[in-house]
């Protein structure tokens, strides 16, 4: 089983809607969660971290389930320019981050 | 702050060459790493290093050098290029401490071995 898994999409969304995209680990020690944005042909860029209360940055909304070992990731009012790939990250209290494979998302105009 | 710099931007090998690819931070960070990305795959760590004169392996190493003489650079060195290296390598850079911290990536190298 893989340590950080996403469902990799695409999720294909009108401009103006609500997406939320989940992410589960499985290695219980983790203890620090970031999600990151990456544009076709880009490096990956920090979007936000996730702490344990949730927290929200716009538009966009973290929040952490530890008991279910899984982060999510809520995107309202989706734009155009939201179209990117999103990351997750879970560290387990080392320096090493342990990404997934990604979550596609294509908003249509 | 220039963040993480990578050179070249794109390179063409040939099977057998070596090279070295460049990485360089200006954020006094102790942690840096190389991945490689492909298609379906997803980022997978080659190397880190966790200060000067400290490196490690990561997932997929083999086929692969690094060295970290000084904080700021971290050179990834391929040394028989084959075509399974066509990809994208990302280097990375964070502080270090007790928690994870996020890393800062660099753009890239896209690298082709015909």
């Known amino acids: 089983r893989k340590e950080v898994e996403q469902d990799p999409g695409p999720f294909n969304v009108p401009e103006g809607a609500t997406v939320a995209f989940n992410c589960t680990y499985s290695?219980?020690?983790?203890?620090?969660f970031f999600w990151y944005r990456q544009d076709c042909r880009k490096e990956p860029k920090l979007l936000m971290s996730?702490?344990?209360s949730g927290n929200e940055d716009g538009r966009f909304t973290a929040q952490l389930n530890r008991a279910s070992q899984y982060i999510s990731l809520l995107i309202r009012d989706s734009k155009l320019s939201d179209s990117a790939t999103y990351l997750c990250?879970?560290?387990?209290?080392?320096?090493?981050?342990?990404f997934g494979k990604g979550t596609k998302l294509s908003v249509i105009p | 702050n220039a963040g993480v710099t990578q050179t070249p931007k794109f390179q063409v090998l040939k099977t057998g060459q070596s090279m070295t690819l460049q990485c360089a931070q200006d954020?006094?960070?102790?942690?840096m790493s190389w991945y490689r990305q492909d298609p379906g795959m997803g980022l997978r760590l080659i190397h880190y290093?966790?200060?000067?004169?400290?490196?490690d392996q990561g997932e997929v190493p083999n086929g692969y050098n690094v060295s970290r003489s000084t904080t700021e650079d971290f050179p990834l060195r391929l040394l028989s290029a084959a075509p399974s290296q066509t990809s994208v390598y990302f280097c990375?850079?964070?502080?270090?401490?007790?928690?994870?911290?996020?890393?800062?990536f660099g753009p890239g190298t896209r690298l082709t071995v015909t």
């Open positions: 954020m006094n960070h102790e942690y």
């Open positions: 290093s966790v200060g000067a004169g400290i490196t």
């Open positions: 990375a850079s964070s502080y270090l401490g007790q928690d994870s911290y996020e890393q800062y």
């Open positions: 290695n219980s020690a983790s203890q620090s």
């Open positions: 990250a879970c560290g387990a209290g080392s320096y090493q981050l342990t």
């Open positions: 996730v702490y344990s």
